[in-house]
C-alpha cells in the first residue's frame, strides 16, 4: 500500500498560540486527495485537526489552501499529482488564524458585502423574466464561476500592504453585476470601488490569476471596472 | 442568550429563501449555518430547476398540469398531490423572480431563460445556468439576503432544538465553531433546513455536511420523519468518488454503455432512453453490472458525450468536463467516462404541510430534510432545486404569519437556559471519558451498512441483518469518547455528536424499508416485486422511542388529480 507524508501547519490559540509543523503519514489504496488525507489524520490519528469542508467537489470554496506552495482546493488536489515530498499543506498565507488550517474569513466577506454583491433594479420588472442575449450573458461567464474560496485575497500583494483595499475577489463580484445587463445601480455600486480602498490599488501583479482554482481573472475584470469608473466619472456615461 | 423571533437552521437554498421571506415580512429572523451559506450543498446540484415556462421550442403547451402530472408519476403515486400541484403552480412565479434576483440563466437566441429535456418529463422544462445551476441559484439569493439584511450566525453548528412546557418550539442550542462555546438561542418558532441524510451512506454524491443530523434534531423533539426508506439513487456518480455527473449530460444527449457497447436502456425504457426516470435508470445500470455486463465485467458502465463534440460539451456541460478531469483523470471529449449509481437523495423527512408546519407547533421544516410531500417514492431530476425555494418561501411566510400571530412574545424562554446547562453536563460527560467506542469506526459500519442493505434491490433477510446492525451501532454510539476536548473549532466533537443523530436518521430509513413489502419507485424489492396499491398506497411515519427501533405509523396520500396507474417510460 502507498503512503503519502504530510507536513501540517498546526495552530492552536489555546495553547498560547503554538504554532508549529506536524508531520503524519497516511497509507492509501489507489488514489487519495489531500482533503482525504486530511480526513485520514483527524480520524485516525490526531482527533484536534481542524480544516473547514463542504462539498468535496470543488464548487463551494471551504478547502482552499496553500498546498506544496500553490494555492489549491484541498479535495481537488490528488496526492499522485504533487511532485514534491512531503506533502505540506498550510492555511491561506497572510489571512489571521483561527486554528491550523482555519483562517479568519471575516474581513474577506466584510470586502464581498461592501461592493454591494446583488442585482439593484429601480425600474418595474416585467411580468417573465428580462430578456437577456446569449452573449451578454456570456460577459458573466467568468465571474459567476467564483466560489467565494479566498486563494485570490490571499496571494494579493496589494492586500498584503493595505488592510482596507477591497482586493480581487470582492472586485470580481463588482465587475459581475456592473456588467450584468439587468443591473441599474448606477451611481449606488461605483462609489463602493472608485476610491481609495478599490480599483486603483490593483497593480496588475496577476497573483490573483495563478492563485484562482476556477481558472478565473480578477486583474482583468478589475481593469474593466477602473476604465468604467473613468467612463463614469468624467464622461457620465453608465453602461 | 441570543434572542431572535424567528431561527433559521440552515443556509442553504431553503434556508435563505425562508429567511427572505420573513425578513421583508417584518420579522426579526437569523440564520444560523455550518458553513458560509453560499458553501451549502445546494450549490452542488448542477443539471437545472424545473418550470413550465414554455420557453423551449418544444414545450409551448407545457403547462403547471402537465408538470405536476409528469411529479405524481414520476413519485410512483405516493406523493400527495395537492402538495405537488401547488409546488408546479409556484414554479412559474419563483423562476421568474430568481431570474429577477439575478441569476445567471443561460439563454435561448431570443433571450428568455435557456430549457433542456430531463428525466421523466414529458416537456423539455428544466431551465439551466450551464450545469452549475445550483451554484448559481445559491449565489443569487445568499447575496438577496445580503440585500434584505438578513444576519447571518456563520459557522454555528446546532446541536438541539428546545421545546417549552407549552409544547412548541421556542429556541435552539448552537455550537460557535470559531469562537469556541456553545449558546442558546431563544426565538418564537424555528424552520429547520439543513438538507438530506445522503452521508448515511458511504457511496453517497452528497457534501460530507449532507449527514440527516437537521433532520434527527426534529426527531428527537418528537416530530415524526416521513417515508424515509425513499432513497434515491442517481444513475451517474464519477466511480471514484460518487461526485454528481448530472442528468443534464444525458439530456444534451449522453448515451449510458454496457461492457458489451449496447446502449442498454433501450431494453428497459425503449421510449424515454437515457431520460427514463432515476429510479428506473439505476436499477437498469445495476441489473447490468449484476448480470456480467459492466465494463470489462468490472462494477461499472460508461456514461458517453464523444459523439456530441468538443462545442457543446465546453457550452452546456463544462463543469462536467472539469470534474471528470480533476477527479478521474478522464476528458469525456476524447473518452467515455466511468460511472456507478450512487445514493443522492433523501425523497422522505421532516413530515410537513405545503407551508412547512410540524407536528410540533413553532416548529418548520422546508428542503431536502422536510417530506411534504411533492417526490413520493422518487424524485425527479431537477425538482428539488424547486423544492427548496417554493417551500422556502412559503414555510418562511407561514412562520412569519405564525411569529405576528402570537398573543404574546415569549422573549426569554426559561428551557432553553435549562437546555444549554445540560448540553454543558452531557460535553462534560462525553470530555471526561478516556477511552470508549471511536465514533469514526461506527461511521464507518454505518454507513457501509446502509449501502449495502438498503441500497438500490433491497431483500428482508439482507434488510433484517442491516436493521440489527444499526441497532447495535446505536446502543454502542453512547459510549464514544472524544480525542480532542478544545473549545475552537473541534470537528472531533461536531462529527462524533452528528453521528449519533445520524444513525437514528438511518434506523427510520431501515426500519420502514424492512416495513414496506413492495416495490415502490426508489424501494424495490426482489422478495416483493410489484407496487401494492391496496395495502402501501401510504406514507410511513417514524416516530422516536428511546434508545431503539422507531415506532412506525401511516397516514394516507393524498389523491384527487391522477388515479395510479403501472408506470411505463
Redesign the interface.
Known sequence: MPEATFRIHRY???RDGDRRWQEFTVPYE??LTVLEGLFYI???L?????????????????CAMYINGRYRLAC?TNVKNLEDAPITVEPLPHMPL???L?C??TDF?AKY?YV????M?DSK?P????????ED?RK?DNP??C??CGSCYSSCPSVWGEDNYLGPAALLWAYR?EA?T??EARKARVSSFDNERGVYRCHTITNCVEACPKELNPTEAVQWLKGAAVRRRIFGRWK | MIYHELIIVGGGLAGLRAAIEAKRAGVDVAVLSQVYPARSHSGAAQGGINSALANHPDSADDTPEKHTFDTVKGSDYLADQDAAKQMCEDAIPILYQMEHWGCPFSRFDDGRIAQRPFGGAGYPRTCYGTDKTGHYLLHTCNNEAIKAGVPFYTEWFVTDIVSDSDGRACGVIAYDMTAGGFEGFQAEAVVIATGGAGRTYSNSTNAIISTGFGASLAYRAGVPLKDMEFIQFHPTGLLTTNILMTEGARGEGGYLINGEGERFMAKYAPKAMELAPRDITSRSIWTEILEGRGIGGKQFVHLDLRHLGREKIMERLPGIRDLSIHFEGVDPIDEPIPIVPSQHYTMGGIDTDVDGRTELPGLFAAGECACVSVHGANRLGGNSLLETLVFGRRSGAAASEYVSGLAQRRRGAPEVEKALQRMDEKLAALTSRSDGEDPYAIRAEMTETMKESFGIYREEQIMQTGLDKLLALNERVHDVYLRHTGRVFNLDMIRTYELQGMVEVALTTAAGALNRTESRGSHSRTDYLARDDENWLAHTLAYREPYGRPRLDRKPVTLGLYEPQERKY
Open positions: 492552536d490559540p489555546e489507489s488514489s483527524q480520524e485516525s490526531d482527533g484536534s485537526l481542524s480544516f473547514r469542508y463542504c462539498c468535496r467537489a470543488a464548487v463551494c470554496g471551504s481537488q483561527v486554528k491550523d482555519v479568519d474569513m466577506f458585502e454591494k454583491p446583488y442585482i433594479h420588472y411580468e417573465k423574466e428580462t430578456l437577456q442575449s446569449p450573458r458573466l459567476v464561476d466560489i467565494l453585476f450584468d439587468r443591473d
